[in-house]
């Protein structure tokens, strides 16, 4: 059993993205260590009464507020990353005191999960530095980036902006010096890390638990696309290939909200398809996953996500799942769906559309393989059983 420092600016037990990574990975590697964690105060009252109601959970906590930029947050300005980076700043000095207790192992760094951003392990000198898992280093070609209309293309070039900005800052040197292996959570992160000298295991950033997913749906003759209604989704992607298809009681329920879905609703008439598709909104998190469930396919045609709990909640449930062949989603779902190479672009829509129309037709078999995938790597324990190979390898413990 090791002693790990574990560090997760996003750990909410019961959310929906990172928030909900690092509270699982906290939470179930401490049923196998002694795991110190160091978060923020904002999920403080569930992660108490969790701690209370596990005994086997080895978990001390930690809370440290950021103090700095509430007024910026309250005009709900775009400075997320800015609180980020300041939290990591202001938090690495309690590592390095942490450190020298004597009390640790090695330093795991969980969330957020990106390969462009700091670490507070940065201030650490000798214990090994475990970073992951770590992505959002995916580049959709520029031809792609173009579908989006000009807001989508904004977004996207102050994006592409942010590593080189950080790598201005001293401490993400130092968070690359300090790290002895990283767990990228796509092959394109994966690469985009080769360059430096720590190594690597690749493995999915967000799992299930098997327990918890439904065991009885509604069946519909209908795909489904689930998340925020952005332009960077793909969701216009998946409208234009299933105005292809030649069904006519097929359905596309695109569960969600967001900035984009006028746009979607507006195309959704031009492409004459209005009638066929349902834009249900924000739905419960129990019933997006029953839609998921009882839905042929998921259609997931995001150009950058790093994981994708979407697509992990279908597989698990033995749904088939249609991507871009880029980044986490492509990742996670293998054998379990049909990743589309985004380029050449000129074609895609046509290659979505057909790969759409091979998976209904022999669903029976892509459900078979979903389910597989999920079982064989998808399910949480079996994501920790990475990390916990990671933690012997580095510190002789079992």
Known sequence: MADVLMIA??????????????????SRIARRHRVTLLTRPKARNDIER??????????????????????????????????????NHRLASRVEKLEKTGRFDLVHHTTWVRYWMPSAAAGTRNLPFVWGPVGAAERPPLDLI??????????????????????????????????????????????????????????PSVGFEPDRMPTEMQSRNEIVS??????????????????????????YAIVGDGPARNRLMRLARE????????????????????????????????????GGFVVVEALAQGVPVLTLDTGGPAFLAQSGGIAVSPTP????????????????AGRSRWSTAALRRAEEALAWERIVDVYDGIYHNITGRA
């Open 9 to 26: 600016y996003s750990c909410e037990p019961g959310s929906s993205s990172e928030g909900l990574v690092g509270w699982e990975l906290a």
């Open 146 to 203: 173009r579908t989006m209309g000009w807001q989508g293309m904004g977004f996207e070039a102050l994006r592409l902006a942010g590593p080189h900005i950080a790598r201005l800052d001293p401490m993400m040197r130092q968070t690359l010096d300090r790290v002895s292996i990283a767990v990228p959570s796509s092959d394109e992160t994966a690469r985009a890390l080769s360059r430096y000298r720590f190594d690597q295991v690749v493995a």
């Open 345 to 360: 672009t000129a074609s895609l829509i046509d290659r979505m559309s057909d790969a759409m129309a091979a998976i209904l």
């Open 271 to 306: 492409l004459g398809i209005g009638h066929r598709v349902e834009f249900t909104g924000r739905l419960a998190s129990n019933e997006t996953i029953r839609r998921i469930g009882g839905s042929r396919l998921l259609v997931h045609p995001s150009f950058h996500d790093s």
């Open 50 to 87: 969790l701690r209370g109601e596990d005994p086997d959970m080895n978990l001390e906590v930690e809370y440290h507020e950021l103090g700095i930029l509430p007024s910026l947050k309250q005009l709900r300005l775009p400075v997320s990353n800015l609180r980020y980076l300041v939290w």
């Open 226 to 251: 689930v998340g925020r209604l952005l332009d960077w989704k793909g969701f216009h992607l998946g409208l234009r290939a299933f105005a292809q298809m030649t069904d006519p009681d097929l359905r």
